[in-house]
């Protein structure tokens, strides 16, 4: 007889996880009660995908999507929303007096026993990824007033009719608010508003496309539409974004204006053409700039206070930094708010403008009529301002002026795309500045990353070991306490046991220590050890203040950080 393999086997025999790996996974399945899929996911070893190819090759159980094939009617009404929502399951198929049910966690061996019990019917199971089980349940049970698309699929046929000529279906649609192609794209807009999303990607794939939300940093597929729509779609948002919808083989850009529910949207929409057709990326930004402020931004006492002393400073140059999406724009605009007063002269250089501010001067470049960043920067000095704000560093041209405005009399503030506070230093010597005139000039660098916050629904609490410590890099001592977090998931959170964002900052503020050293051309490493003695914390250790208050978790620290 032929002993059937442990879950552990199969993914060691696969090559997914180490044998020291498996060891750690099984100590925190001791410590924590948990399955053992669940422990080595929770330490990151291996990825959804990865662990349902292992279940279904321990259980011989097919993978399927139920997103990607029809359901038919007799198996959703076979299974009532609630007993599919209290399982996590989704219908797939019914016939012949069975019913074919996709599940998550084929360990859990009592499930189906209730469910033969309470359906009075034999059960076979396959296997479905736990977001794709969840997308399938609000798209046939809770989804009637995001995308009801089997509703709109029969009028989107009609009124795009040929889908290689949309132009004409869509510019009716401008005229009949009703059209199905109308309220496709209302939809989204709209589904993604209420789910916090701050991007909508509109993805063509060989065979479908693929519409994504990133939430709270996070991609999250939400639906999946047939592709012969695809082009009605793009020439929808494109007229609503003011783009010529003839052009199809080059980047483009444009801007739509909405009001949902009551608050004010800036929808920045890009495409670009790709082998599959045009991929549409729709970022979602609230006008409203009540919230920019920089004491509620999640900085520690220490640092907050440090920053808004730097942003009192008369001249200068402040910098923000960090990689894309790492809230810079936030930020600059907090320190905005908090330096906006009635006795200053504020100008500000900016691609695109995101946010409009009472009381301040912003000026948006336009390369087509040479408005550039260098070309308005000479301008406004002419302007007499105590502040200018330069949305971003991108050339020496733009960074010679900045630091010259600096040495002048001004202060400046702006962005640069760097890792961490004394990296920014290096970026400024290779784009041509010379290092006495970064001593002279720069005040402060404040680095940042965005982590998710633990949803206050689900957190539990639990104790780490030394060993799983040790895994990641870190030891008791350094973390502080070994009672951390993390989120266990819920429908408030979307079983993501995250909700919402907050701020890690790196502050590095100028002393003689660090000018003396940049004046001398220190290596980063140099920088980062002479700031740290003069009290500057790291990415990482501003990480572990949020892991030790319970804010976040240590797995989402270990993403972002970078030392």
């Known amino acids: 007889m032929i002993t059937p393999k442990t879950l552990g086997q199969i993914l060691r025999e696969n090559g997914t996880i180490t044998e020291e790996q498996l060891k750690n996974a099984i100590g925190l399945q001791n410590k924590l009660s948990i399955r053992l899929d669940e422990a080595i996911q929770r330490l990151g070893y291996v990825d959804s ?25 007799n198996a959703i009404q076979a299974i009532p929303k609630d007993l599919a929502k209290k399982y996590h399951i989704f219908p797939i198929e019914k016939d012949n007096g069975s019913l074919t049910v996709a599940i998550k966690n084929p360990l859990d061996l009592g499930m189906s026993d209730d469910l033969r019990f309470t359906l009075n019917t034999k ?78 990607h509109i993805e063509p794939l060989a065979d479908r496309v693929r519409i994504r939300h990133r939430i709270d940093g996070v991609c999250q597929e939400t639906h999946s539409i047939p592709k012969n729509f695809h082009e009605a779609q793009v020439s929808r948002i494109k007229i609503l974004a003011d783009i010529d919808i003839t052009e199809k083989r080059k980047p483009l850009d444009g801007r ?22 045009e991929s549409i990326v729709m970022r979602l930004l609230e006008k409203s700039t009540s919230y920019m402020n920089l004491g509620n931004m999640g900085f520690s006492k220490h640092d907050c206070g440090n920053l808004k002393k730097s942003l009192r400073l008369p001249n200068g140059i402040v910098l ?21 007063d009635i006795s200053k002269k504020i100008i500000t250089v900016e691609d695109p403008i995101e946010y409009t501010l009472p009381g301040v001067n912003q000026c948006e ?19 007499d301002p105590n502040t200018i ?86 030891d008791i001592d350094r973390l502080g306490s070994d009672e951390i977090c993390h989120g266990a998931g819920c429908d408030s959170c979307g079983h993501t046991g995250y909700s919402g964002r907050t701020l890690v900052l790196e502050l590095m503020c100028l002393t003689p220590e660090l000018r003396k050293a940049i004046y001398s051309k220190a290596s980063i490493d140099e920088l980062r ?17 949020l892991v030790r208050d319970k804010t976040t978790s240590l797995e989402e620290v270990m993403r972002v950080s970078v030392n």
Not at 162 to 189: C, F, M, N, R
Not at 371 to 377: A, I
Not at 529 to 545: H, V
């Open 256 to 277: 739509i204006n909405l009001d949902i529910d009551g608050r004010s949207i800036d929808v920045r929409v890009s495409t670009i053409p790709t082998t599959c057709g």
């Open 365 to 383: 470049v336009n390369a087509k009529i040479g408005l550039t960043f260098p070309r308005v920067l000479r301008s406004i000095l002419r302007q």
């Open 320 to 340: 923000i930094t960090g990689p894309t999406g790492s809230g810079k724009s936030t930020t600059l605009y907090a320190a905005l708010n908090e330096m906006n």
């Open 529 to 545: 050890k002479i700031a740290r003695a003069n009290g500057m914390t790291t990415l990482m250790e501003d990480g572990l203040r």
């Open 123 to 200: 059960v076979e199971c396959v296997l479905a990824t736990h977001d794709n089980i969840e997308k399938a349940i609000k798209k046939y049970y809770e989804n009637e007033e995001q995308f009801v698309f089997d509703g709109l699929y029969a009028g989107l046929a009609e009124s795009v009719g040929d889908p290689s000529k949309p132009y004409a279906h869509i510019k009716g649609a401008e005229e009949k608010i009703d059209s199905p192609i109308v309220k496709l794209v209302t939809s989204i807009l709209t589904e993604a508003t209420k789910a916090r999303a701050s991007d909508i």
């Open 49 to 73: 995908d990865d662990m349902l190819c292992a279940l279904s090759k321990q259980f011989d159980l097919k993978i399927i999507n139920p997103l990607e094939i029809p359901i038919p009617d």
């Open 389 to 474: 704000v330069i949305g971003e560093m991108r050339d020496v041209e733009t960074a010679e002026i900045a630091v010259s405005s600096a040495l002048t009399g001004h202060f400046v503030l702006s962005t640069l795309h760097t890792n961490d506070a004394p990296s920014a230093i290096t970026r400024l010597t290779d784009m041509g500045i010379k290092p006495f005139l970064i001593a002279s000039s720069l005040q402060a660098i404040a680095a940042q990353r965005l982590v998710r916050v633990l949803c206050p629904k689900c957190k539990v609490s639990y104790r780490i070991t030394g060993d799983i410590l040790k895994v990641m890099g870190l």
